[in-house]
T-cell receptor, first 113, second 117 residues
Framework: EDKVVQSPLSLVVHEGDTVTLNCSYE??????LLWYKQEKKAPTFLFML????IEKKSGRLSSILDKKELFSILNITATQTGDSAVYLC?????????????FGQGTTLQVKP | GAVVSQHPSRVICKSGTSVKIECRSL??????MFWYRQFPKQSLMLMAT?????????EQGVEKDKFLINHASLTLSTLTVTSAHPEDSSFYIC?????????????FGAGSRLTVL
């Protein structure tokens, strides 16, 4: 059975801290892994990772994929209160024609001032 | 960028009634739409995949007669929760993929919170 597991489930930090969110996956015909940020409503896209070992960066956020060990991490440096959200990772299953996403449970991040 | 409009954003209904949720792609043609359900503090669970002009493909455990999905045009998909019960109360989100784009290019709607009394 396909599954995506995230850890920790919740995290409380103070502004300026650095956090690492983990995502492990077992997805049939795995194609890519996606990270999303969800702040009450629709998830917003952060990263798509397809190749191992290639770090993707966007401002204070970065992410990398390890296809041998089947996991990905999302790093956030110098956290701000606006980073408080649920972070979801999802594996893309099957062919590109289906694009079925298998989501993890999410990590709830709370950044305190 | 691509925008998906989903409404209603909130709906409260009585047990036994049916509720329709609409998902529209505003500036692109969505060949495929996905419907997810999200319980409090849990992740998005895929309910079904709908392709324009064909029957939806439901995930295991999702009752197709209860959750009717129609994708009649390239810009509109609807989810109808029939004979809703309190356990159907949840957050429902659609996502759409534009024609000719890869699996990763999904745009999410803002979600619809259903409360069944």
């Amino acid at each position: 059975e396909d599954k995506v597991v995230q850890s920790p489930l919740s995290l409380v930090v103070h502004e300026g801290d650095t956090v690492t969110l983990n995502c492990s996956y077992e997805v049939t015909n795995f194609r890519s892994l996606l990270w999303y940020k969800q702040e009450k409503k629709a998830p917003t896209f952060l990263f798509m990772l397809t190749s191992s070992g290639i770090e993707k960066k966007s401002g204070r956020l970065s992410s990398i994929l390890d296809k041998k060990e089947l996991f990905s991490i999302l790093n956030i440096t110098a956290t701000q209160t606006g980073d408080s959200a649920v972070y979801l990772c999802a594996g893309i299953h099957g062919s590109s024609n289906t694009g079925k996403l298998i989501f993890g449970q999410g990590t709830t991040l709370q950044v305190k001032p | 960028g691509a925008v998906v409009s989903q409404h209603p954003s909130r709906v409260i209904c009585k047990s036994g009634t049916s509720v329709k949720i609409e998902c529209r792609s505003l500036d692109f043609q969505a060949t495929t739409m996905f419907w997810y359900r999200q319980f409090p503090k849990q992740s998005l669970m895929l309910m079904a995949t709908s392709n324009e002009g064909s029957k939806a493909t439901y995930e295991q455990g999702v009752e197709k007669d209860k959750f009717l999905i129609n994708h009649a045009s390239l810009t509109l998909s609807t989810l109808t929760v029939t004979s809703a019960h309190p356990e159907d109360s949840s957050f429902y989100i659609c996502s759409a993929r534009a024609r000719g784009t890869g699996a990763n290019v999904l745009t999410f709607g803002a979600g619809s919170r259903l409360t069944v009394l």
